[in-house]
């Protein structure tokens, strides 16, 4: 992610091969919140049920849990939840899974993003989560249980 001088992220897109680009959190949800994008949470029910999950976005599994088989709905449900005129941002744990769905999503004829960090972010020198960047740790909207 680009940052300015002060360490604050820029709002801009980056392009990425494949899809339309990475993006960061803060961009994602301001798209999303002004209706420009569609936000696609990829994680598993489990993920979203345990870790914490975003209000208002689509929870369209990438695989399933267990055994991390693919969703042979997702293309279906992508298709479903996206109008054509609007943009898709996707958020999986920490940004592999969402480059995967919106490599996908591209070869489907959609705009797609993946939103940089993920929910939970980079694991920190304790190999723990939502420290290090996230869509949680920047303050984004979210909630559990």
Sequence with gaps: ????????????ARPAPGYAGDVSPQLACQ???AGDAVLVDVRT????????F??????????????????SSFDVGLQAA????KKVVFMCRSGVRSIAAAKRATELGLEAYNILEGFEGDPDQHAQ?????????HGLPWRQG
């Design 1 to 12: 992610m680009r940052h300015d001088a002060g360490g604050e992220a820029l709002l801009t």
């Design 31 to 33: 798209w999303w919140q």
């Design 45 to 52: 029910d489990a993920e979203r049920e345990w870790v914490g």
């Design 54 to 71: 975003v209000p208002g976005a689509v929870p369209l599994a990438w695989k399933q849990w267990p055994g991390m088989a693919m969703n």
């Design 82 to 85: 996206v109008p054509a005129d």
């Design 129 to 137: 989560r939502g420290r290090k960047g996230g869509w949680r740790f």
